[in-house]
């Protein structure tokens, strides 16, 4: 890095540099020709037979005498007059650009030094112009900066790594205390709505294990259950049935629904499992947690749907060539006939229906 950096700032070409290197020996290279071409132009102009600038002067002059007859012909005059002072001021150029031209072979050796140099640059680092090269140069610039400076740079690291560490170490052990106070009242108001839904023997334990800091804090956390009475607790996943799993799952969301601040809950099919009277408490616990949160609950429960303040219908659409899913918000007859299905299957019975008016309170 560092070599190649020496090598672009001894160089030390600008954004223009190229394109000016590359007119100059253009025109170093054709000096004579040039020379040769802005003379013959200033003979046609002024010297020649035909002379350009006669011409124009000569008619010019017979404009003249006819400019009185018409305006037109005065504008005539006035533009001739534009055109022969524009042609001097053409002649005069070209005379002061054909005196600047000559030929320096100290000068043209020293571009086309300089150029190789940039054309060798170009080829080294794989770019097409002096923009692109300069770049490179700002990059490799950056890095070896940052090479020259790594200890300082590896030594702030390392502080501001270990404040880092401290601080989060510092706010881990906070809240492995404030998790801490809460295991106990948490898990007695768990296991009490558990006895609202059934069941009145749960055991609800949470151990929690310091581990390395990550990203959840200092605390591994295990939850441990029992539903039945002198059984043990145990990892959920060891001992909980679908039913009794989902009334657990369910009251740890309804109390922290009333701890946090969610806008929405979604619960799908929170309720599988069980039925009957244990639904209906459910249904009840839900209606009280509308009150406070959007609730969207998927069920294929009756008493749980009846409970919601809308009803949406899923279904899938076969009409066209591929399978779609879609929603229907369900009118007051048709939720009485979704949930008169649920109870009594896709042909509901008069008494299948009247239940689903009693279950809406109809």
Wanted: net charge negative; proline share 2%.
């Amino acid at each position: 890095v560092r070599f190649q950096l020496d090598e672009l700032v001894k160089a030390g070409f600008d954004s223009a540099e190229q394109t000016a290197l590359e007119s100059e020996i253009q025109i170093m290279d054709h000096a004579g020709e040039i020379k040769t071409r802005f003379q013959q132009i200033l003979d046609l102009i002024n010297l020649s037979e035909y002379a350009s600038r006669n011409g124009l002067a000569e008619a010019r002059a017979h404009l003249q005498t006819i400019a009185s007859y018409s305006d037109a012909y005065s504008s005539l005059v006035e533009r001739m007059e534009s055109v022969i002072i524009e042609l001097d001021d053409l002649t005069q150029q070209i005379e002061r650009e054909g005196e600047r031209i000559e030929f320096d072979p100290g000068r043209a050796a020293l571009v086309r030094d300089r150029l190789n140099i940039l054309y060798r640059l170009l080829k080294k680092h794989k770019v097409s112009d002096v923009k692109e090269l300069l770049v490179i140069k700002e990059n490799l610039a950056n890095k070896d900066n940052l090479t020259s400076n790594l200890d300082a740079a590896l030594e702030n690291a390392k502080t501001a790594h270990d404040v880092a560490l401290r601080l989060a170490t510092e706010t881990a052990k906070k809240i492995s205390a404030s998790r801490t106070k809460v295991f106990t009242p948490l898990t007695r108001q768990i296991t009490s709505w558990l006895a609202t839904l059934g069941i009145p023997d749960a055991t609800l334990q949470v151990n929690a294990e310091q581990t390395a800091l990550s990203a959840t804090g200092l605390d591994r956390i295990d939850i441990l259950f029992s539903a039945n009475k002198g059984i043990a607790p145990k990892p959920l996943a060891q001992v909980a049935s679908g039913g009794e799993f989902s009334r657990l799952m369910f009251c740890i969301k309804y109390v922290m629904a009333e701890k946090t601040a969610m806008p929405t809950l979604v619960l799908d099919e929170i309720d599988s499992g069980i039925s009957g009277e244990v639904a209906i408490k459910l249904g009840n616990m839900m209606k009280l947690m509308s009150e406070k949160h959007q609730l969207i609950t998927i069920s294929h429960q009756p008493q749980i749907a009846a409970k919601g303040d809308a009803h949406y219908f899923v279904y899938k659409n076969n009409a066209s060539a591929k399978t779609t899913s879609s929603i229907k918000r369900l009118d007051e007859k048709e939720r009485v006939e979704e949930i008169a299905k649920m109870i009594g299957g896709d042909k509901p019975t008069r008494i299948a229906i009247e239940n689903a008016q009693e279950l809406l309170g109809r």
